[in-house]
């Protein structure tokens, strides 16, 4: 009777009620850092646009993926994709068992949204490059001052995108007519959902494609998709959106998810400094740096914000039924993909990119670590003082 009781017990806590966002922090952080020692850190739009060229490919052009460390590359035989194959896996097991998964349709305001902000995060993670999570999150993380610099232009282009979505809210409230709304009808009980079957059934197959690829000698493959599935779950469960963190901070004024976050990179820089600082992938997530970092950051701000989710929050909301998402993703692949015909070269070459730079390389690894902690202190007091400012 007791272990019916804690078994029920510790299934609702994690299933039936959304985590507290430190929790989240604390997960992504140490799933971060974790996954850095096995292979490498989380980013996600870079698979997403060889996706795109896959696409390309198939529809009978010959198009070279954008980002020269992921080249088209036959997506089951891809080590990175694994990480977003397990991400979508692990959002939807977690929002099945939680009976959270369904198909949310959108009208043509969103559809076009959509399309809209999947464009321009094409070209944003291109430009600054790669997405947030990747040249934020992680490059903070990673002692590139490209991740601090990204601020510059992802704050203002999330605050342009949420007043356009705030401006497609307003005239979208205006066409309801409540008169012609229909009568509202006594609630009927539902039969109980067969959703965590599907998520168990999902789960068995993870795991056993994780077996299989480990059996085949591609132990790499079974491991960072099993890291994706667990980013996946964190992502779903906590709610820990990285869009909504730079949105709400000067739309709404409310930088509550943002200083999780930056809690999250926090532990997360520290634990990237003493692997690097012993020689192990120094460089890592060390991206270009300058103008277009910042330009870059604008446009896809903007993006990320009109189409519902960044990078991570397209895939995890596909995983959940939004069509919204679905569309954005497509988009975004497309037009990421289409870079080296548009530009004439690869993400990182060329006049329009600077050069990466490490602080860790650069100033030490401690001192490096003291001045991306001194940038989250400083990021911090901004938004305090943003919120004092909250009428």
């Known amino acids: 009777m007791f272990m019916k009781k804690a078994i029920s017990f510790f299934c609702a806590s994690i299933w039936k009620k959304s985590w507290p966002l430190w929790i989240g922090a604390v997960g992504l952080a140490l799933t971060n850092i974790f996954m850095f020692a096995y292979a490498r850190a989380i980013g996600v739009f870079p698979q997403m646009a060889m996706w795109g060229s896959w696409l390309y490919y198939l529809m009978g052009l010959s198009v070279d993926a954008p980002f020269t460390q992921y080249p088209r590359t036959p997506l089951y035989l891809d080590m990175h994709s694994m990480i977003n194959f397990g991400l979508i896996l692990g959002v939807a097991i977690a929002a099945l068992l939680s009976r959270e998964f369904k198909v949310r349709t959108e009208d043509w305001r969103g559809c076009g949204m959509a399309v809209a902000g999947g464009i321009l995060m094409g070209f944003g993670t291109v430009i600054m490059p790669p997405c947030n999570v990747g040249g934020f999150y992680s490059a903070t993380m990673a002692l590139s001052l490209s991740g601090p610099v990204a601020v510059l232009g992802l704050i203002p282009g999330a605050y342009l ?57 591609k132990s790499k493959f079974a491991g960072l998709l099993l890291f994706g599935a667990l980013f996946g779950i964190i992502f779903q469960r906590s709610r820990l959106c990285f869009c909504s963190a730079f949105r709400e901070i000067l739309v709404s004024r409310n930088g509550t998810v943002m200083k999780w976050i930056l809690l999250s990179i926090a532990i997360g820089t520290c634990g990237f400094s003493i692997l690097k600082s012993h020689g192990y992938q120094p460089m890592h997530f060390v991206l270009p740096v300058g103008l277009h970092t910042v330009v870059g950051g604008f446009i896809f701000g903007i993006g990320m914000v009109i189409a519902g989710g960044c990078g991570v929050g397209i895939l995890w909301r596909s995983a959940e039924g939004y069509v919204r998402a679905w569309i954005a993703l497509i988009a975004g692949m497309l037009v990421s993909a289409a870079w080296v015909p548009l530009y004439g070269g690869h993400v990182g070459e060329g006049k329009l990119y600077g050069k990466p730079f490490s602080l860790g390389e650069r100033f030490g690894w401690i001192n490096g670590t003291l001045i991306v902690l001194l940038f989250l202190v400083a990021f911090y007091v901004f938004i305090v003082w943003v919120e004092a400012k909250k009428k």
């Not at 949420?162 to 309801?176: F, P």
């Not at 229909?182 to 993870?206: F, T, Y």
Request: hydrophobic share 45%.
């Open 161 to 217: 995108g949420g007043l356009l979505l705030k401006r497609q809210v307003a005239e979208a409230a205006e066409d309801i007519d409540f008169d012609a709304l229909p009568e509202g009808k006594p609630a009927v009980k539902k039969p109980l959902s067969h959703q965590p079957v599907i998520g168990l059934l999902i789960s068995v197959l993870l795991a056993t494609i994780a077996l299989l690829y480990t059996y085949y000698g």
